[in-house]
């Protein structure tokens, strides 16, 4: 089955403990992509890949750092989590790039509490 | 950047009414695509309409687009309580070198009553 997968699905942590959220897609997709979901901001962009070793920054990327190693996963990483960075988080591919008639494909979101 | 926002934020329905929602966007587009949330889930593409198309269906659902009032419509007909989601625009904004980034706006709550 075509799907984008992400782990954990729930995770708590403290600030400042260093933390990585998984994302896998096996559609053989170039582009990916990192959102994060919060009340009354809809979805906004972290960090985007458009292929293997390839990464730009989104519209708020201060905080997250992410690696396209293999053109199927796609880890985003926070170095030193802070309260603020409390939120549900989308990872996407497409196998367009990003923007063109290619839909996005969603994860089923994680959401991560910073305490 | 370049962001779609929908209209209303949030509706309430009887099950077999219709249900529309809009979107308004500030530049000019390639394409503008509708997603489909249920609560908490990731989203789900519902149907993408291209800047030279007026309006297209797909199953229940109908798609207009307005370039000259940088607008599009979902319509959703017969709707049932399994509608019941978040529905977002989504357009696409030139992030340079031929890159073309997708931006959501904040949503439309649909509940539809049973």
């Known amino acids: 089955e075509a799907q984008v997968t992400q782990n954990p699905r729930y995770l708590i942590t403290v600030t400042g403990k260093k933390l990585t959220v998984t994302c896998s897609q096996n559609m053989n997709h170039e582009y990916m992509s990192w959102y994060r979901q919060d009340p009354g901001l809809g979805l906004r962009q972290i960090y985007y890949?458009?292929?293997?070793?390839?990464?730009d920054k989104g519209d708020v990327p201060e905080g997250y750092k992410v690696s396209r190693k293999e053109k199927r996963n796609f880890p985003l990483i926070l170095e030193s989590p802070s309260p603020n960075q409390t939120s549900l988080y989308f990872c996407a591919s497409s196998s367009g790039t990003g923007g063109d008639n290619s839909p996005l494909h969603f994860g089923n979101g994680t959401r991560l509490t910073v305490t | 950047s370049q962001q779609g926002e929908e209209d209303p934020q949030a509706l309430s329905i009887q099950e077999g009414e219709n249900a529309t929602m809009n979107c308004s966007y500030k530049?000019?587009?390639?394409?503008l695509q509708w997603y489909r949330q249920n609560s908490g889930r990731g989203l789900v593409h519902l149907i993408l309409i291209r800047s030279n198309e007026r309006e297209k269906h797909s199953g229940r659902l109908r798609v207009t687009l307005d370039t000259s009032k940088k607008s599009s419509s979902l319509l959703i007909t017969a709707s049932r309580a399994a509608d019941t989601a978040s529905y977002f625009c989504a357009t696409d904004a030139d992030s340079g070198a031929g890159s073309y980034q997708l931006t959501f706006g904040k949503g439309t709550k649909l509940s539809v009553i049973p």
């Open positions: 530049t000019s587009i390639n394409n």
């Open positions: 890949s458009m292929n293997v070793e390839v990464t």
